[in-house]
């Protein structure tokens, strides 16, 4: 799978209302209102609480757009890695490739050529994966730099709409962050759970990244293990914020950086209760910054994302990312990816923002 570029103008305007299918596309469509600057703007944002308890009461938690399924065997399962050394890795990183093949000639005899051959590439000897499993979307952990050597660990968190299908946006990212801290740092790219879709209910909940915590916190817990005198950050991204803030009591990292998130799952930083330092920024161009901050709590569950990680309330360091639109951070030469790599290496970021 390649890092598949878009026009610039699909990557950082709102998503649009209505998914479309795999392989095709749209006229641009208009956002929705609440995405718009004006009056209506400001009606919907005080609406958006009643809003959210009709739609809670109206449409199934369970209920959202999923991408089409595509068949793919059980993974095997994996013995837990006694060391990080690069023989112990390099038998993982074996171990992974083949359960990726296995699950290729599965998609193509079921006639899914493309995620085939997509799969085909990932498992390249190349590339290295501490895990896999094509199901329902599909889940990796894939490793750009030395781990048996890393210093500096970043583990980078996706948003609502990451899967197998649009995994190469993600690798691009883990990629260039890598470059970005070099030396002896390394960045893994967690997939490690069920992304809602972009436009859909859960989208707006929490309860996807609470489903993510317990493999999150175990993931992290395991780097602890293996690597203890390096240097972790957690790197999360849109809807990967939420799960970093809920995942985050507990967790033995330096830094948490929120970039492009809509919320972090909690009321303020505080609630997040980690002794990790907690970063936040949004790009000029980036559609998030227009969505409301709401919070209704509702005996079936919660609706609304938390507060506005930018806000002085939520009790974040902010930094700057320049005129980033949504899937822009981690592109080469951006001055959100310049501080990014600064705060994983431990040192304060270049351009400090207080704005939000």
Known sequence: MIDTAQPQAARDRPPAPLPLSPGRTGARRVPPAFLRP????????????????????AVPMTVAARPEAVPAPVPPPLSPLRAATAAVLAGRYAATRDAIGTASRTA????????????????????HFLSFDGRDGGRATEVFGDLATADRIAVLVPGSGTGLDTYGLLRGGAMRL??????????????GYRTPSTVSLQAMTPGRADEAVPAL???????????????????????????????APGL???????????????????AMRTRAAVWATRGARDWVAHLPHATVRLPSGTIGLGEDPLSPRFGARIFAAGDAGHSDYLKDGSPALANIARILSGHAPAEVSDDS
């Open 108 to 127: 193509a005899a079921a006639g899914h050529r493309w995620r085939a051959a997509m799969l085909r590439a990932m498992a390249d000897p190349a590339r």
């Open 178 to 191: 890598q470059r970005a801290i070099g030396g002896r740092g390394a960045v893994v790219a967690w997939l």
């Open 217 to 247: 916190r175990a993931f992290v817990r395991d780097l602890a293990r293996l690597r203890p005198a390096a240097r972790v950050g957690l790197l999360c991204h849109s809807y990967g914020g939420v799960v970093c803030g809920r995942a």
């Open 252 to 270: 033995d990292v330096a830094d948490i950086v929120l970039y492009g998130s809509p919320g972090a799952g909690v009321d303020d930083a505080a």
């Open 38 to 57: 004006g009056p209506a703007r400001g009606r919907l944002r005080r609406r958006l609480p009643a809003a959210l308890v009709s739609v809670s009461l």
